[in-house]
């Protein structure tokens, strides 16, 4: 079922997803082994919504191939955000748990996002993590990059580039929310 927007192209299916996030998982694998992040020293932090499942299937890929289980944690930084209530549509925001059982402090973080687009939810969650410790580093995983930045942000991994234009949006879908895997590329309709 793809999504109500009008649908311009489907980018990716299921098992697109899936080999996407086998390769993501082996890149953060070939940090495991960097003396500068041993897998006691990294975690897993998803953005909500789509992020979170992201990082967790990612995290569920890692413990196979590695046999070790890196912290995960989720966050919400709705309230960091800079356009609430500025024309944007987000006058009245959802939001959802943050839950981080682990301290953020001198860890290596890989901040799991679904779609990066004008940088600003990277902006705000970065203002977030910060609240919440001081992370040694933090590293940006989006699955669908559809560039347009307002801000200077850049994924560190990047599960695929999808150029877009002003009008249009990239609409990540996944079982656990969305009952289907897949990424469509669709006409923004208001």
Same mark, same amino acid.
């Given at each position: 079922?793809?999504?109500?927007?009008?649908?311009?192209?489907?980018?990716?299916?299921?098992?697109?997803?899936?080999?996407?996030?086998?390769?993501?998982?082996?890149?953060?694998?070939?940090?495991?082994?960097?003396?500068? @992040?041993?897998? +006691?020293? !990294?975690?897993?932090? $998803?953005?909500?919504?789509?992020?979170?499942? =992201? *990082?967790?299937?990612? &995290?569920?890929?890692?413990?196979?191939?590695?046999?070790?289980?890196?912290?995960?944690?989720?966050?919400?930084?709705?309230?960091?955000?800079?356009?609430?209530?500025?024309?944007?549509?987000?006058?009245?925001?959802?939001?959802?748990?943050?839950?981080?059982?682990?301290?953020?402090?001198?860890?290596?973080?890989?901040?799991?996002?679904?779609?990066?687009?004008?940088?600003?939810?990277?902006? @705000?969650?970065? +203002?977030? !993590?910060?609240?919440? $410790?001081?992370?040694?580093?933090?590293?940006? =995983? *989006?699955?669908?990059? &559809?560039?347009?930045?307002?801000?200077?942000?850049?994924?560190?991994?990047?599960?695929?580039?999808?150029?877009?234009?002003?009008?249009?949006?990239?609409?990540?879908?996944?079982?656990?929310?969305?009952?289907?895997?897949?990424?469509?590329?669709?006409?923004?309709?208001?």
């Amino acid at each position: 079922m793809p999504p109500p927007d009008p649908v311009k192209a489907h980018l990716m299916d299921a098992a697109d997803v899936a080999r996407t996030l086998d390769r993501l998982a082996r890149q953060i694998v070939e940090e495991l082994d960097d003396e500068a @992040a041993p897998a +006691d020293r !990294l975690a897993l932090v $998803g953005m909500q919504t789509r992020g979170v499942h =992201l *990082a967790r299937r990612l &995290r569920d890929r890692i413990e196979a191939i590695e046999d070790v289980r890196l912290p995960f944690g989720v966050l919400d930084a709705t309230f960091y955000r800079d356009d609430i209530g500025r024309g944007t549509g987000r006058l009245a925001p959802t939001v959802q748990p943050t839950d981080i059982p682990f301290r953020l402090d001198g860890r290596r973080i890989v901040l799991v996002d679904d779609v990066v687009y004008t940088g600003r939810t990277t902006r @705000a969650a970065l +203002d977030a !993590l910060v609240d919440m $410790g001081r992370p040694a580093s933090v590293r940006l =995983l *989006a699955f669908v990059d &559809r560039g347009l930045r307002e801000l200077p942000v850049a994924p560190d991994y990047v599960g695929r580039h999808v150029p877009t234009a002003p009008g249009e949006l990239v609409r990540v879908r996944l079982e656990e929310e969305d009952r289907e895997d897949g990424v469509w590329l669709v006409e923004k309709t208001s």
